[in-house]
């Protein structure tokens, strides 16, 4: 039962993994036992294997990555009355503590208890099965693959900020970054019923890949064009209704009120380790709606079913698979982080 443990920062190994089967894969009456299939790589898993720590998490002991994860139910607890053996479904990755005050008041996602995959010190699920409890388990439609389903983790993100930002039909957005959260984000800000979103970076591959998404999604290269330039001749000097921040570039945040309309709404999205400029004034004058999300909460069921009909094709976004005897090889390539990816998956042995 090989894992891929990050031993500590710069130093993975795919190795057998003991203690996890005491510990972690202990089926209790709701929970489901899942052979994992296809798990995506994200920044974090590739941020804690190249600098050992996300702000206040710290791999301190060995730790096995992975939270985007597909897979098959192989066994349900005694009190499991929606999923059954044999079940294709994905998981989402946080478990709070049913009890608390965030949990009760429905932001579970910001319990300060939570129990996140890959998260120090909690385990990811690059690993063969996993034991995971029936509520944060979501069955898939047969027309939904494993690696759309494992796309579920990162579109939440999206889906989350583009419910945070109250979207109406016909709405001008821009997203700021096109890896795969801002792309994510933009195909959400679209299927919520935005007219146009303006998507960002400084890599023209990455920008080819947005621009090849949706005929309404335009790209901006922000080395040879001004972004504030090109939404006041496009949108006549009144600016967009929506900004995303999905760069986690303070240099971009501090411009995150510049294409923003009155009355306008920036949702930042992308993570900020270190305190950031905050142009007070421009957001004062606009009188701008700031949102913050912290991953997501309530959206995985309607992230499965937007794949389903089609509403969101993730598949362009899936650029390379790996088999999972090629996982530390796939991480040092993530770790490269090659211009012409978007997301990378790694597929376990059925
Ligand atoms: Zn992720």
Known sequence: MKSLVLEKKDDLSLRDFPAIDRVEEVLGARDVRIKLHTVGICGSDVHYYTHGRIGPFVVNAPMILGHEASGTVIEVGTDVATLKEGDRVCM?????????????????????????????????????????????????????????????????????????????????????????????????????????????????????????????????????QNLTDVINRDMDGWGVDIVFEATGSPHAAKTVFEPLCPGGCVVMIGGQPDPIQYDAGAAMIREARVENIFRYAHVFPRCVGILSSGAIDVKPLITRTFDFSDSVQAFEIAASAPPADVKMQIELPQ
């Not at 008041?105 to 699920?125: C, E, K, Q, S």
């Not at 945070?164 to 001008?172: C, E, L, Q, S, Y």
């Not at 195909?187 to 005929?215: F, N, Q």
Request: contains cysteine; glycine residues 8%; aromatic residues 6%.
């Open 92 to 224: 989402e990755p946080g478990i709070p503590d049913p009890n608390s005050k965030a949990t009760q008041l429905g932001m579970y996602n910001i319990d300060p208890a939570v129990r996140f995959w890959a998260t120090p010190p909690v385990h990811g699920i690059l690993r063969p099965t996993c034991v995971h409890p029936e509520a944060f388990t979501f069955k898939l439609p047969d027309n939904v693959s494993f690696a759309e389903a494992a796309m579920v983790e990162p579109l939440a993100v999206g889906v989350h900020a583009a419910t945070k930002a109250r979207v109406k039909p016909g709405d001008n957005a821009v997203v700021m970054g096109a890896g795969p959260i801002g792309l994510v984000t933009a195909l959400s800000a679209l299927a919520a019923g935005c007219a146009k979103v303006y998507v960002t970076d400084l890599a023209a591959k990455k920008l080819e890949i947005a621009g090849s998404l949706s005929p309404a999604i335009v790209p901006v290269d922000v080395t040879s």
